[in-house]
């Protein structure tokens, strides 16, 4: 099994900074493509950005130029750092991992259990 914990998530007023983090553990023999999603209330799960094993990155319009992800593949942990938040960014963020158990699993989709980010205006 592949678990994910985030960490990194609070309260900013709006123009402020945070950084989350994702780590993973457990049986992982490869990790294909990476992400972290967000859910605000009443709204369905967006990806936010994304980040390919080549380090190749995409980005929600509504975030370039704020946010930027990364990885470090030997912690097997995944970075986001927000800038210049703004209300609108207040959500649940998920980070996401597409993961190879071992060498004759398959690809697996794994979760983290989510963390609050909430930016005051």
């Known amino acids: 099994q592949v678990q994910l914990v985030e960490s990194g998530g609070g309260e900013v007023q709006a123009g402020g900074s945070l950084r989350l983090s994702c780590a993973a553990s457990?049986?992982?023999?490869?990790?294909?493509?990476m992400g972290w999603h967000r859910q605000a209330p009443g709204k369905e799960r967006e990806l936010v950005t994304s980040?390919?094993?080549?380090?190749?990155?995409n980005y929600a319009d509504s975030v370039k130029g704020r946010f930027t992800i990364s990885r470090d593949n030997a912690k097997n942990t995944m970075y986001l750092q927000m800038n210049n938040l703004k209300p609108e960014d207040t959500a649940v963020y998920y980070c996401?991992?597409?993961?190879?158990?071992?060498?004759?699993?398959?690809?697996?989709?794994?979760w983290g259990q989510g963390t609050q980010v909430t930016v005051s205006s």
């Open positions: 996401n991992y597409v993961v190879q158990a071992t060498w004759w699993s398959n690809w697996g989709d794994y």
């Open positions: 457990g049986s992982i023999f490869r990790v294909n493509a």
């Open positions: 980040i390919t094993s080549s380090g190749s990155t």
